[in-house]
């Protein structure tokens, strides 16, 4: 079985790298800041950066046919950690409006920066897609 690569229309163009990759049933997540369809980060606080990463990294795995229960493991990478912990009930508020109250294996890494330099926190993660049967 060749593995497919995802690379969803709405996203940035992905550049030397694929939003995603799917294997199987398994599906590669690759780490999403809040890029919008410009390839521009967009402007806000670390919530509405994760509140566009985190659509991206749905819309990823949705290009692969899956949905937010199929995750099972979510990395989050944060330039600031204190920050993302004081807003931690609107970011929460964010995760069970796109993904509900299901939480996947979860870490949360503290980075002194992420790739495009504006960028506050980057996502990344592993799905199973299920049997509809």
């Known amino acids: 079985m060749e ?4 690379n969803p ?3 940035a163009e992905a550049r030397g790298y694929a939003h995603g990759v799917k294997a199987g049933r398994r599906v590669y ?3 999403q800041t809040a890029l ?3 390839g ?3 402007d806000g606080d670390v919530v509405a950066q994760f509140e566009q990463a985190l659509g991206n990294v749905l819309a990823t795995l949705a290009e692969a046919g899956g949905r937010p229960e199929d995750l099972v493991s979510v990395t989050i990478y944060l330039t600031d950690v204190d920050d993302y912990l004081e807003h931690g009930r609107e970011v929460g508020r964010v995760w069970q409006r ?18 495009q330099k504006e960028a506050v926190v980057e996502i990344q993660g592993v799905a199973e897609i299920q049997d509809d049967a």
Do not use: C, K
């Open 98 to 115: 796109m993904v509900g109250r299901r939480y996947p294996a979860m870490a949360g890494i503290g980075v002194s920066r992420l790739w």
């Open 36 to 38: 919008d369809e410009n």
């Open 9 to 11: 229309d709405g996203l």
């Open 3 to 6: 593995n497919l690569i995802l």
């Open 40 to 42: 521009r980060i967009v």
């Open 29 to 31: 997540l690759g780490g």
